[in-house]
């Protein structure tokens, strides 16, 4: 049993099904797919909710044998959900918001990412402002909750 090589896949947590997406990176290195969908699911089932696109790295071998390791879902994703919003903006600007999330959102996701095998050894801190520059290269602006009132006030008047 040796070692072939590494695969990055972003599987939907829970509902991963064979098809074309996951058997053109699995095909070519013999891993049988409905194999790796059940144990995907039975793994993934109860961290995140059904449908979270998340980053699978699987390390196949040579006597067609797999393992894989669940990463945390991408970031961007994370902010959408975070701004309520289905989709990020097709052009986004700084100047203009597309959406909003609070800072104690922004620190969530933070302690989310930093579980990831990658970036246990980061400060917290680090993480977040990261995820800060992910919102706002996607137009979503990081402020405190009650200015989304004290706005509407200001709109009223």
Not at 91 to 106: K, L
Request: net charge positive; aromatic share 8%.
């Amino acid at each position: 049993m040796s070692f072939l090589r590494h695969v990055k896949l972003r599987v939907p947590s829970g509902s991963a099904r064979p098809g074309p997406a996951i058997g053109q990176a699995l095909g070519p290195l013999g891993i049988n797919m409905a194999e790796f969908c059940k144990q995907f699911n039975e793994k993934t089932e109860n961290m995140y909710e059904k449908g979270t696109p998340v980053g699978v790295r699987l390390a196949a071998y040579s006597d067609r044998s797999f393992k894989f390791d669940v990463r945390s879902p991408p970031t961007s994703y994370l902010i959408l959900k975070a701004a309520g919003m289905e989709k990020g903006p097709a052009q986004p600007s700084p100047d203009r918001a597309s959406g909003y999330i609070t800072p104690e959102a922004v620190y969530e996701i933070a302690r989310l990412k930093q579980k990831d095998e990658m970036r246990w050894h980061l400060p917290l801190e680090g993480v977040a402002r990261s995820v800060m520059g992910t919102a706002r290269s996607m137009g979503v602006q990081v402020r405190e909750a009650q200015d989304d009132e004290e706005d509407g006030e200001m709109d009223k008047k």
